[in-house]
Nanobody
Framework: QVQLVESGGGLVQAGGSLRLSCAAS????????MGWFRQAPGKEREFVAV????????LYTDSVKGRSTISRDNAKNTVYLQMNSLKPEDTAIYYC?????????????????WGQGTQVTVSS
């Protein structure tokens, strides 16, 4: 089993930055594809970013492209999401997820493990 714990969320003004972290435990996730998703109140969970096990491949949803960077440190079993130029519409609970199947995917159902989420609130 893999346990994922997100941190780094908080309240920030529009235009500000946050760095989210996702620490994995239970087993190494160095060979897992890792993703970030978010869910705003009243909305479905949506894809934000994904990174391959090596870090060589990344993919972002259009709304965060150019403002966010996903990265990973396999030695620390941790994945990060740096978010800059935050907007009120970025307000959501952000979830980290891991898939053992190796699929480089933006589909939530393909992920095997999920964290509890961290709240990001951007004020205007």
């Amino acid at each position: 089993q893999v346990q994922l714990v997100e941190s780094g969320g908080g309240l920030v003004q529009a235009g500000g930055s946050l760095r989210l972290s996702c620490a994995a435990s239970g087993r190494t996730v160095s060979r897992y594809v890792m993703g970030w998703f978010r869910q705003a109140p009243g909305k479905e969970r949506e894809f934000v970013a994904v990174i391959s096990w090596s870090g060589a491949s990344v993919l972002y949803t259009d709304s965060v492209k150019g403002r966010s960077t996903i990265s990973r440190d396999n030695a620390k079993n941790t994945v990060y999401l740096q978010m800059n130029s935050l907007k009120p519409e970025d307000t959501a609970i952000y979830y980290c997820a891991a898939t053992a199947g190796g699929a480089f995917t933006n589909i939530p159902g393909r992920y095997d493990y999920w964290g509890q989420g961290t709240q990001v609130t951007v004020s205007s």
